[in-house]
Every structure is written in structure tokens, then in C-alpha cells.
């Protein structure tokens, strides 16, 4: 083989997508509208599942957020356009916001996980050189304490454990104290995200991708389940339609059960 062919065929394999990323979003977005589906079949049509707003519940939730988050830091080192793609994000994050206050008010989404991934992606972008100087290593080390110890802001404290540092209530004013995590008694949102402590956990799989390497990751460009892949690729639009799609369905399917 030539150098100028061998040259051609690396350019294609690390420009290629890497397919197993693509279907572990698209896993984790099947995840997320079964998950979906029980919160309708629970608060919208009266089921009784007690389990749901237990701990398994809970672990459900919390592993499809994690993957979600975790996932999105890391492929942004992979993309180009950053605050384009995160304007985006976050415009898509608005206008779940705005229809749910139109016409879900009692079930409205404030800050949801697409204005945090939007504004992950933001200050990513501004904030590109001076993170890209920071050691992988250390900046996976970092936010992965930083989320630790933010992981509890919405309960008034700094910490984990018996840890804790109680933070003044004074922070806890506003809409906008809640974008950042501070949110006030009356806040609500049926969807909640906010930057802390969920930022760092967008960077550590922002700084995991650098601990990872690219040529660890060549394996990554073989296909498993192509399906999965096409739903991770389309994933944003996706999550936009999914509430409405299954609500819908499952509405036809109570008023033919109920006739």
C-alpha cells in the first residue's frame, strides 16, 4: 500500500463516526421514553406504581440522566461547531419550556436537561482553550470531585455525607438562582437540571475523552445495533417528539380499553 493510500485510509477511520457512541445514546433514549412512558402512565392516567417514585425508580432516572450528561461532554471534542451546536440545544430547551407553560402548565419544564446540555455546550465553547490546556487526568479528577461536592446545592449544602457545609439561603432567591442551582421553595419543574452540579459532570466526560484517547477508541467505529444508531443520531429531534408521540398513543390506547 502507498503512503498516500495509507494516508486516505487513516483520514477515513478517525473521521468516521464512532457507531458504539451513536447506539449508547440511542440505548439511553430508549431508556428515557420508557421511563417517560411510566411518568404518563403514573401522573397522567392513574396507574399505581409505587416502585416508580422509589428507589428503583430512582436508579432509573439517575442512570439515564448520568449517561446522557456524561455521554454529551464527551463527544464534544469530537464535533466541531460547539456554540453553534450548543445555541441549539439550548434554543430546543426554550421552546420545551415555552410549550409545556402554554399547554402543560401544572406539568411545566423549567430548566430541563437540554437548557443544561445547551448551556454546557456554551461555556464549553467559550471556554474551549483554557479547558483544552488543562491535563485530562486532572481535569476528569477535578470535575468528578466538583460534582461530588455540588451534588447537594439543592438541598442547601456544599458536601456529601456527614460532610457539609450549609450554604446561606439568601442564594436561594430566584429564577435565576435556580438556572445555577439555587432554587427557590416555590420553584418548580418537571424537568430539572441545573448547572450545578450537573456542568461538572458534563466535563468530566468532556476531559474523560482526553484520558480515553483516540486510538483507544477505534473499536468503537464497529456497529452493534445500527437501530440504536440512528436514534442516537437523531437524538435531539427525538427527544422533542417523544413526550407527544407517546402520551398520544397511550391516550388512543385508554379510550379503546375504556369503550
Known amino acids: 500500500m502507498t503512503k498516500r493510500k495509507e494516508n486516505a485510509v487513516k483520514y477515513n477511520n ?37 416502585w416508580y417514585y422509589g428507589l428503583p425508580g430512582h436508579l432509573w432516572q439517575q442512570s439515564i440522566c448520568w449517561v ?24 430546543a430547551g426554550a421552546l420545551v419550556t415555552a410549550v409545556t407553560l402554554l399547554f402543560m402548565p401544572d406539568d411545566r419544564v423549567v430548566f430541563g436537561v437540554l437548557t443544561l446540555l445547551g448551556s454546557a455546550m456554551l461555556l464549553t465553547g467559550l471556554l474551549e482553550k483554557p479547558l483544552r490546556r488543562i491535563p485530562p487526568a486532572a481535569g476528569f479528577a477535578i470535575s468528578a470531585v466538583l460534582f461530588a461536592l455540588t ?30 442551582g439555587f432554587y427557590p421553595w416555590w420553584f418548580y419543574s418537571t424537568d430539572y437540571f441545573a448547572l450545578l452540579p450537573w456542568l461538572f459532570l458534563f466535563w468530566a466526560g468532556y476531559f474523560l475523552y482526553g484520558v480515553v484517547g483516540r486510538q483507544r477508541m477505534e473499536p468503537l467505529h464497529c456497529s452493534v445495533c445500527p437501530p440504536l444508531g440512528w436514534l442516537g443520531r437523531h437524538s435531539l429531534l427525538l427527544y422533542l417528539l417523544h413526550q407527544p408521540v407517546i402520551y398520544g398513543a397511550l391516550l388512543a390506547v385508554f379510550r379503546v380499553l375504556g369503550s
Open 14 to 50: 478517525t473521521s468516521a463516526r464512532y457507531a458504539i457512541l451513536d447506539e449508547l445514546r440511542g440505548l439511553d433514549l430508549v431508556s428515557m421514553m420508557l421511563y417517560h412512558g411510566c411518568w404518563d402512565l403514573v401522573n397522567l392516567f392513574g396507574i399505581q406504581a409505587d
Open 68 to 91: 446522557f450528561i456524561l455521554l454529551s461532554g464527551f463527544c464534544v471534542q469530537l464535533g466541531h461547531h460547539t456554540l453553534r451546536r450548543g445555541a441549539q440545544v439550548f434554543g
Open 151 to 180: 451534588r447537594n446545592v439543592s438541598a442547601g449544602y456544599l458536601g456529601f455525607g456527614s460532610l457539609r457545609l450549609w450554604l446561606p439561603q439568601t442564594l436561594y432567591a430566584n429564577y435565576v438562582t435556580a438556572y445555577f
